[in-house]
């Protein structure tokens, strides 16, 4: 039987798995309802032989609900143990061993643990237990936003004894050669480039009977062929970026990946809510076949109300076959976590933001008169404080060339269904946050505190609200209860002070906060920002963090600038 139609109170309730043909029929049905709460049919006691017969022409339990179906009740067995050693740099955590004994095991797979959980540090580990295995893993392509390539190649570096490296047009001819001689066993590139390294030509796919240009189809990409085949295995880091099939990200990398024994896909926004966002990214790793091809799995998954239908089911089956997720609220993962984690993405300014820093760095006279169109007593005058002015113009150009990259980060952390406390200082680089993101309300000091409290009760209670836009000065202290909702900070500019800087952390680490908290600094690549970075971390090693005279700190903070643009 395919379900059932059984009398609760004055209807039948009928339930069964998501067929057309069914729905079709069930439709026809007098006033019948559907609840979308358990994703059933409602028709009144009345048409009682109605029912029936439908029950029998579409094989349906009549008069008592059929348990058949739910005879696994779709429980997610649990992970592997870990059997082997790995030579790693540092030990994994439990729940980190059995996500790596699952991915080795299965080798083409999703890593689909929560923000946080180490999906980096458990993918580079796999790749490592595969060639200490046997099993063909180097050389190991990865595929990853632009914003944390630096971050990839540092985290392989601190994983395991081997060497990556972020492929650039210098190394299109000479990238073999580093393998060959030991300098890289990872290749570390980003989407936008996957085009200029894999793919040689694209043929004209023409026009359709209607006279419309069509899209090129994966069959009109041709390869490089000696570059894909260089590599043995591949990582595609925050890998919903290829869910729709049509774009040529998503051609490129089922292209790439044709044919590969180890595939991994990273994300942390949950799957199967969306089950239509998975098809482009089985496809890529070759196992759509084994959740029922591509007929079936629209039918009978992305059917139904807003395209979803046996999620439960579906649940079970990537399960079985190629993901994991662990959250970070699972008792045997909060556990093992610590209460607060910190991360640096490294940043490449954008052109028009490196060219102006550079201006401004090595000329201040010319870059004011340039870019600032200053009067000469204005300029006189910033050069009385050249140090200071210089500092603060820096910082600014610093925190625009790095939107881009901070902008990813975000938009990652809000589809992976997660809210985001971001702290930013100057008014175009808030307003830009807050244009990217409409769904988000900022507290700064423009906002009296009637205006304060009610973005921050909207930020708590509003589902519709993803981003709350804060500054050091009004957000860093005195802000309570966003701890409630959010685990995840981002510093898009920062200040001097680590107790400073540890505030407006606790916006979210602190009493009430149950969870890992994660915060993330943006800094510019060879920019003002590494240094500041660098002195907020040594503040930090103070007992106490800032325990002397705020003026003193600011003085030794401007003789440490002033050496610092001496050198």
């Known amino acids: 039987m395919n379900g059932s139609a ?47 017969r439908f029950c029998k022409v579409h094989k349906l339990q009549f008069g008592h609900k059929v348990v058949q179906e739910e005879k696994t009740d779709f429980i997610i067995p649990a992970l592997p143990e870990l059997t082997i050693q790995i030579p790693l740099k540092r030990e994994p955590r439990p729940y980190q061993n059995t996500g790596i004994a699952y991915a080795i095991d299965k ?100 026009f359709d009977k209607d006279g419309k240009k069509k899209k090129p189809t994966l069959k009109n990409y041709h390869f490089k062929k000696k570059a894909v085949d260089f590599y043995k295995s591949i990582i595609f880091d925050e890998s919903h970026r290829l869910k729709a099939v049509s774009t040529m990200a998503s051609k490129i990398a089922k292209g790439v990946s044709a044919g590969k024994e180890t595939v991994f896909l990273l994300t942390g926004t949950p799957l199967i809510n969306k089950p239509n966002d998975l098809i482009a990214q089985l496809g890529i790793m070759n196992r759509l076949v084994e959740i029922g091809g591509y007929k079936h799995f629209v039918e009978y998954y992305c059917g139904g109300p807003n395209g979803a239908s046996n999620l439960k089911e579906l649940n079970y089956k990537l399960n079985k076959v190629c993901f994991f997720r662990r959250n970070k609220t699972d008792e045997e993962v909060k556990k093992y976590l610590p209460d607060k984690s910190r991360q640096v993405i490294l940043c490449d300014l954008n052109k028009e933001s490196r060219k102006e820093y550079d201006h401004a ?147 979210l680490y602190r009493m009430g906060q149950n969870n890992n908290v994660m915060c993330t600094y943006f800094l510019g690549r060879d920019t003002i920002d590494e240094w500041n970075y660098d002195l907020i971390q040594k503040k930090r090693s103070i007992a106490n963090a800032v325990t002397g005279n705020e003026d003193l700190t600011e003085v030794s903070i401007i003789d440490s600038f002033a050496n610092l643009f001496n050198q």
């Open 6 to 52: 059984v009398p609760v109170g004055n209807y039948f309730k009928i339930e069964f798995p998501y067929k057309p043909k069914i729905v079709e029929a069930v439709k026809q049905l007098p006033e019948r309802k559907f609840d979308h709460n358990d994703k059933s049919w409602m028709v009144p006691s009345q048409y009682r032989d109605e029912v029936e």
């Open 107 to 206: 080798q083409r797979t999703f890593f689909g643990d929560d923000m946080g959980l180490g999906k980096t540090f458990q993918a580079i580990a796999s790749i490592e237990a595969l060639h200490q295995l046997g099993k063909a893993s180097y050389p190991c392509l990865i595929v990853c936003p632009s914003a944390v390539k630096e971050n990839w190649k540092r985290e392989i570096e601190n994983t395991v004894h081997r060497k990556a490296v972020v492929l650039s047009d210098g190394m299109k001819h000479t990238y073999q050669e580093f393998y060959r001689t030991g300098l890289a066993q990872f290749y570390i590139v980003n989407y936008e480039s996957l085009k200029k390294y894999f793919v040689d030509h694209i043929t004209d796919p023409g």
């Open 361 to 507: 760095m090595n000329d201040l006279e010319a870059y004011m008169k340039n870019y600032k169109n200053a009067s000469e007593d204005k300029i006189q005058q910033s050069m009385k404080g050249e140090v200071m002015v210089r500092i603060g113009i820096l910082k600014n150009i610093s925190a625009r060339g790095k939107l881009k990259d901070a902008f990813e980060f975000i938009k990652d952390v809000i589809d992976a269904g997660q809210k985001i406390v971001v702290f930013a200082s100057l008014k175009e680089v808030i307003a830009a946050v807050q244009e990217k993101f409409p769904r988000s309300v900022r507290l700064t000091g423009a906002e009296n505190a009637t205006q304060k409290q009610a973005s921050v009760d909207a930020f708590k209670t509003n589902p519709n609200v993803d981003v709350i836009v804060l500054n050091l000065k009004a957000g860093g202290v005195g802000v309570d209860g966003l701890q409630t909702v959010a685990t995840q900070i981002c510093f898009i500019e920062f200040g001097w002070h680590a107790a400073i800087m540890d505030q407006a952390e606790d916006r």
